[in-house]
């Protein structure tokens, strides 16, 4: 089946510095989608990508569709403590749907006052 | 509007026993989708739904049921419990098309 690759598997970071995270796979994704979970709830949509090359933003968070079509990015500037959580990727190779969702790992953020 | 509910919260069972994880949504929602999360794995389908009477196996389906009777409900059936389905279920639906996905707070379950 399908894989996704996410980095860092965690990050332990100072309040008020940039974030980095990707997600990358061994096939073709038609859309990307970033997701953030906190402790004892399900996870919460931050970004949906849909096109090749898109970059959108969601206040601090910015994420990208990879041209390859194989990869994503989800940066966070300026980190604050409520950032802490596990953030996923996810994607779909369907076309026009989303209902078959293959996740990455997750990257736990711990951010230090 | 409640969006996705999960109940119950928490569970634990013996194993053999049987049990029906509830999830209901009240957005009109034509997908649904039930996920499980385990320790340093992420989610991983176990069943979906694309409409009311339609169902069909994600990654990990055995040992797992599923029915859609209705557009708002999607439960999850485990018909003989085992250890190793002890994890965090996850409900999830979206509108037809490329919508994203919304989750429930999950089920917390335990198998002894």
């Known amino acids: 089946g399908q894989q996704l690759n996410q980095s860092p598997q965690s990050m332990f970071i100072q309040e008020g510095e940039d974030v980095s995270m990707n997600c990358t796979s061994s096939?073709?994704?038609?859309?990307w989608l970033w997701y953030k979970q906190d402790p004892g709830e399900g996870p919460v949509l931050l970004i949906a990508?849909?096109?090749?090359?898109e970059l959108t933003s969601n206040g601090r968070l910015t994420a990208q569709f990879g041209i390859t079509r194989k990869d994503s990015f989800l940066n966070i500037s300026a980190s604050i403590p409520s950032d802490v959580g596990i953030y996923f990727c996810?994607?779909?190779?369907?076309?026009?749907?989303?209902?078959?969702?293959?996740f990455g790992k997750g990257t736990l953020l711990t951010v230090n006052p | 509007n409640a969006g996705v509910t999960q109940t119950p919260k928490f569970q634990v069972l013996k194993t053999g026993q049987s049990m029906t994880l509830q999830c209901a949504q009240d957005?009109?929602?034509?997908?649904m989708s039930w996920y499980r999360q385990d320790p340093g794995m992420g989610l991983r389908l176990i069943h979906y739904?694309?409409?009311?009477?339609?169902?069909d196996q994600g990654e990990v389906p055995n040992g797992y049921n599923v029915s859609r009777s209705t557009t708002e409900d999607f439960p999850l059936r485990l018909l003989s419990a085992a250890p190793s389905q002890t994890s965090v279920y996850f409900c999830?639906?979206?509108?037809?098309?490329?919508?994203?996905?919304?989750f429930g707070d999950g089920t917390r379950l335990s198998i002894l």
């Open positions: 999830a639906s979206s509108r037809q098309g490329a919508q994203p996905q919304h």
């Open positions: 096939s073709i994704f038609n859309t």
């Open positions: 990508l849909y096109k090749a090359g």
């Open positions: 996810a994607g779909s190779a369907q076309a026009g749907s989303n209902y078959k969702l293959t």
């Open positions: 957005m009109n929602h034509e997908y």
């Open positions: 739904s694309v409409g009311a009477g339609i169902t």
